[in-house]
């Protein structure tokens, strides 16, 4: 009697598919059956509010080994992080469990398994493209996205500006007296725990929207995953919106943005006065300077300017009276010189002259269509990354001036890797 597999079968299939579609056959074809196991897979990788805290787990040598028949081990795989993710182990304790668990399987279920508790399966698919297939089996993380700027969408004689910051979007969820960062789409930053995370602590209950900040955003972008010799010295968390833990729960929002903002800076002002009773630093945690100006195109300009002149990358235009956006809405917009979108490598093209046989550009998919980004490469990028295929797929930030008629950018240039976009 030969005996399958449900889990690894699911994950090569979907692995090795070519397309979009394709992919989605898969995922209909085994979440329509009722594949349990390759729900359990998805489900426990995707869902951004499931954390393991486990990490290295130590290899398995072979003559320790001793798989159970791939059903029970994938269920002892998953009571155990079940067990983790609700902290009923921790510690030693927990590595031991899941030690355990890599024991009773595989060695290629083991390969998985470590991919599911890094969140992180590489298998071409997103959280959008399973719920479609499956309608809301997926939490979403869904926070708020400008729209560009258009004077046209502007509601009210007045608006809220602020500068337009150039770091790491980041949605703190501070409950119970714990705090877990998040990207925006809902990726765990650990790093940032010991400063930032201890501070947020000090505030209530509630999410908090900002960005993690730097000196050097380049180097940010190094040290927001690096496991070890991180230097997060000068790192800070600025803050320019909250909202209350129930609507963010519910997915729709009643409180205003003025309200928002008010219920902000005390928090912080409590977070602060917190610390300075037991002696304590407050470092980490700053709010983004907001200005009420009239709806006037020529004010907002001048202030978006200034603002440029002083380093920032443009400014942020709101709506005073829109409650919190879940998504891209017209309640926020970015006015901007330049834009920046963040798009996947599909290729690499060498150099000429110069740069030959060092990488020339990236060829890279902006919705749909094929662009060259080979402005912003220095030489030692140029070297090192040229005939890397392991960076196929990898997410890259760039800057470009405005979308040409044909669907393309004009003056595309790189910008960084976004190592916190998958």
């Not at 897979?41 to 798989?67: A, E, G, M, S, W």
């Not at 921790?90 to 890094?118: C, D, P, V």
């Not at 955003?217 to 040290?223: A, E, G, K, P, S």
Request: proline fraction near 3%; include cysteine; glycine fraction near 8%.
């Amino acid at each position: 009697m030969i005996v399958t597999d449900k889990g690894l079968d699911f994950l090569e299939a979907i692995k090795s598919a070519k397309g979009t579609n394709a992919k989605k056959e898969i995922l209909k074809n085994n979440l329509g059956i009722g594949n349990e196991i390759a729900g359990s897979i998805l489900y426990n990788t995707f869902n951004p509010y499931i954390t393991f805290n486990v990490v290295k787990v130590p290899k398995v040598r072979n003559q320790d080994r001793k798989p159970l028949p791939p059903d029970e081990a994938w269920e002892l795989f998953f009571s155990s992080t079940d067990q983790c993710a609700k902290r009923e182990v921790t510690g030693n304790a927990a590595i031991n469990l899941i030690h355990y668990a890599f024991m009773n399987s595989s060695e290629q279920q083991e390969k998985w398994m470590r991919k599911i508790l890094k969140k992180n399966l590489a298998i071409g698919i997103s959280v959008k493209s399973i719920n479609k297939v499956a309608p809301n089996f997926i939490p979403t993380f869904d926070v708020a996205l400008a729209q560009k700027f258009d004077m046209k969408r502007i509601q009210g004689d007045e608006v809220y500006v602020e500068p337009k910051l150039d770091g790491i979007r980041c949605l703190a969820i501070v409950e119970n007296g714990k705090a877990k960062l998040f990207t925006r789409a809902g990726k765990l930053i650990t790093n940032f725990d010991e400063t930032v995370g201890k501070e947020l602590i000090l505030m209530d209950d509630g999410c908090y929207d900002g960005e993690i900040m730097s000196n050097d955003f380049t180097d940010l972008m190094r040290q927001v995953y690096r496991k070890e010799n991180k230097d997060i010295a000068d790192v800070y968390l600025s803050l320019f919106d909250y909202i209350p833990l129930s609507e963010w729960r519910a997915g729709k929002s009643q409180t205003s943005c003025r309200e928002r903002y008010e219920i902000l800076e005390d928090q912080v002002s409590r977070g602060y006065r917190s610390a300075k009773r037991y002696s304590a630093l407050f470092d980490y945690i700053r709010v983004v300077d907001r200005y009420t100006l009239p709806s006037d195109h020529d004010k907002i300009k001048a202030k978006h300017d200034e603002f440029v002149s002083n380093g920032y990358e443009g400014a942020m235009v709101k709506n005073i009276d829109a409650p919190y956006s879940f998504g891209r809405d017209w309640s926020v917009m970015k006015y901007k010189a330049f834009f920046d979108a963040d798009v996947p490598i599909i290729g690499l093209k060498e150099g000429t002259g110069k740069h030959q046989g060092k990488l020339g550009s990236f060829l890279v998919d902006y919705k749909g269509v094929e662009v060259n980004v080979g402005s912003g490469l220095n030489d030692e990028l140029r070297e090192k990354l040229w005939g890397d295929a392991t960076i196929i797929g990898r997410i890259i930030e760039v800057r470009y001036q405005e979308e040409t008629p044909d669907g393309s950018l004009r003056f595309p240039t790189f910008v960084c890797f976004r190592n916190d976009k998958e």
